[in-house]
T-cell receptor, first 111, second 117 residues
Framework: QKEVEQNSGPLSVPEGAIASLNCTYS??????FFWYRQYSGKSPELIMF????GDKEDGRFTAQLNKASQYVSLLIRDSQPSDSATYLC???????????FGGGTRVLVKP | GAVVSQHPSWVICKSGTSVKIECRSL??????MFWYRQFPKQSLMLMAT?????????EQGVEKDKFLINHASLTLSTLTVTSAHPEDSSFYIC?????????????FGPGTRLTVT
């Protein structure tokens, strides 16, 4: 089992719809959780992070964390073609100061 | 805020030569910087963690004598690829964690694309 798992996609959503991305992790003691967006040929860009159970909203993005079930999700509302990218989930494990990344989910927003 | 730069953005070198890549945090201080490598259509692979003023910690399988890391100040870390070979061709990305981080967040530089001929 990988430490951080994501569906590779592509996740195809129509413009204006909600894109829902999921990420599961294996270390139950993980502390903090991050979502990065990476456009093709570019480096990752931090979208948001969450460390408490529940929802955290920032603009069109909402991160949801459920530590009991060991998953974190990202919702993108009113999806735009410019949201087409690979979204990386990253987890800070209980012991350590480095992030463990999932393989990423490719999202395609179609006009 | 939280801007990280890398130089050069791309470099082509001949097999057997060495290449130095610089990573700078422009508007914050970073005690910890990370170096990643990414091959096409693959996820990020952490190579090493570098702390200011101390030796870098390398991930398993990464040759410390081949990938030399120096973190001389709170705003600068360098990665030198020594005796480069074509299989070292990749996208190298650094990231930096602010001294005043709130939740271990880290910010990425734009990356350096290395091609070894």
């Amino acid at each position: 089992q990988k430490e951080v798992e994501q569906n590779s996609g592509p996740l195809s959503v129509p413009e204006g719809a909600i894109a829902s991305l999921n990420c599961t992790y294996s270390d139950r003691g993980s502390q903090s959780f991050f979502w990065y967006r990476q456009y093709s040929g570019k480096s990752p860009e931090l979208i948001m992070f969450i460390y408490s159970n529940g929802d955290k909203e920032d603009g069109r993005f909402t991160a949801q964390l459920n530590k009991a079930s060991q998953y974190v999700s990202l919702l993108i509302r009113d999806s735009q073609p410019s949201d087409s990218a690979t979204y990386l989930c990253a987890v800070l494990k209980a012991a350590g100061n480095k992030l463990t990344f999932g393989g990423g989910t490719r999202v395609l927003v179609k006009p | 805020g939280a801007v990280v730069s890398q130089h050069p953005s791309w470099v082509i070198c001949k097999s057997g030569t060495s290449v130095k890549i610089e990573c700078r945090s422009l508007d914050f201080q970073a005690t910890t910087m990370f170096w990643y490598r990414q091959f096409p259509k693959q996820s990020l692979m952490l190579m090493a963690t570098s702390n200011e003023g101390s030796k870098a910690t390398y991930e398993q399988g990464v040759e410390k004598d081949k990938f030399l890391i120096n973190h001389a100040s709170l705003t600068l870390s360098t990665l030198t690829v020594t005796s480069a070979h074509p299989e070292d061709s990749s996208f190298y990305i650094c990231s930096a964690r602010p001294v005043t981080y709130s939740s271990y967040e880290q910010y990425f530089g734009p990356g350096t694309r290395l091609t070894v001929t």
